[in-house]
């Protein structure tokens, strides 16, 4: 049975159990030229579905993504997923909550004035709103619930909390270009 290890938590990948245990660092030297591992350039297929099957992003119909292992495009549990790969290889892994979009966090959650909100705005539970932070930046929320004097919305991301499939089929791997 296969260990995954990510921040000191080793995860049985067939499992959601975890139990605390030393992390293994992960070293370039720890994988050949055509495997997944750090910093290596990565050419995918993914598919992010629910634990139950229920798909909610594919580019299996389209352009495969890219990106280069640890430059924070994609979480980390999903990186790990892959690592040892080679290209032809596909597979799907269960990413427990933790490893993939994190627990919900109670903070995340704020309550607002309900004249705050624009009049004609149809209230309703699950709503997506964008806010702005003062940065500028496009925080989306949810409207978790509301009442006639205050409105409660959740910044947590729409997917904390939930266990996800990862199925990913590798196209290419490649050692990244170090800019200078």
């Known amino acids: 049975m296969e260990k995954i290890t990510l921040n000191d938590i080793t995860l049985d ?3 959601s159990d975890t139990t605390l245990k030393p992390a293994r660092v992960h070293e370039l030297a720890d994988y050949a030229d055509d495997q997944v591992g750090p910093g290596k350039q990565v050419t995918l297929n993914f598919e992010l579905a629910l634990a139950q099957g229920e798909i909610i992003d ?12 640890g430059d924070g495009n994609l979480l980390p549990g999903f990186e790990l997923s892959m690592f040892g790969m080679r290209a032809g290889e596909e597979k799907t892994r ?28 149809v209230m309703e539970v699950g709503l997506m709103i964008n806010f702005t932070d003062s940065g500028g930046n496009q925080q989306p929320g949810m409207i978790s619930k509301f009442d006639a004097d205050k409105v409660e919305i959740d910044f947590n991301h729409p997917l904390a909390g939930r266990d996800i499939q990862f199925r990913v089929k ?11």
């Open 13 to 15: 990948n067939q499992e």
């Open 58 to 69: 594919s580019n299996f119909e389209q352009a495969p993504a890219q990106f280069t292992v």
């Open 94 to 121: 269960l990413i427990p909550a933790l490893q993939a979009f994190g627990q919900p966090r109670e903070e995340n959650v704020h309550s607002f004035p309900r004249y705050r909100f624009p009049a004609d705005l």
């Open 170 to 180: 590798i196209l290419g791997v490649s050692c990244s270009e170090i800019s200078t």
